[in-house]
């Protein structure tokens, strides 16, 4: 037997097909929007795992960071020096500090100068605190030091030896 259809084909109703086009555009753009949404995701988690290597990185270097602008600041201190002592006569200079080293104790040493056209500050270190005295009284003979101040001195240990640590402030004629 056969089907026979007596409504008008304009009042028939379209079937609709599981998968009409507007299913399959929609589907799409859904598919489509949770690629980039994964991709989104992808991209700041390799993000934020590249800034955590920086962030170890930069505390890895905090130390050494500090060590150069440690070094950078006695750069810029000793150009100062250098500028200072530019401006006094090397030629006096030298032969002052050879008389100074003439007068310094054995056992003591000087780590440190810094001059001036009026000051002369020594620093250094000894393991007797008899010699820190004995240098100022040395220093005193010298003519050309109008006077002798101990600025400073202290107990250090070094490599578990006791040391004096030790400031002297010599006033220049």
């Given amino acids: ?28 753009s859904l598919i489509f929007i949770i690629l980039i949404i994964t991709l989104i995701i ?20 905090n130390p050494q960071l500090a060590e ?13 020096e250098l500028e200072a002592l530019a401006g006094i ?4 200079w030298g032969k002052k500090l050879l008389e100074i080293n003439s007068k310094i104790p054995d056992g003591v040493r000087i780590k440190n100068i810094k001059a001036d056209k009026e000051n002369l500050l020594l620093q250094g270190y000894c393991q007797e605190l008899f010699l820190v005295g004995l240098t100022v009284s040395k220093f005193n003979e010298l003519d050309f030091i109008k006077s002798v101040d101990l600025k400073s001195a202290e107990s250090i240990n070094i490599n578990d030896q006791k040391y004096y640590s030790f400031t002297i402030l010599c006033r220049v004629k």
């Fill in 89 to 92: 006569s090397r030629s006096s």
């Fill in 42 to 61: 992808y991209w700041f988690n390799s993000m934020t795992s590249e800034l955590k290597e920086i962030e170890l990185q930069k505390k890895e270097l």
């Fill in 68 to 80: 150069v602008s440690e070094m950078r600041s006695n750069l810029e201190e000793m150009k100062k």
């Fill in 1 to 28: 037997m056969s089907n026979i259809n007596l409504i008008p084909v304009e009042l028939i109703k379209e079937q609709r097909s599981l998968f009409s086009k507007r299913k399959i555009a929609i589907f799409c």
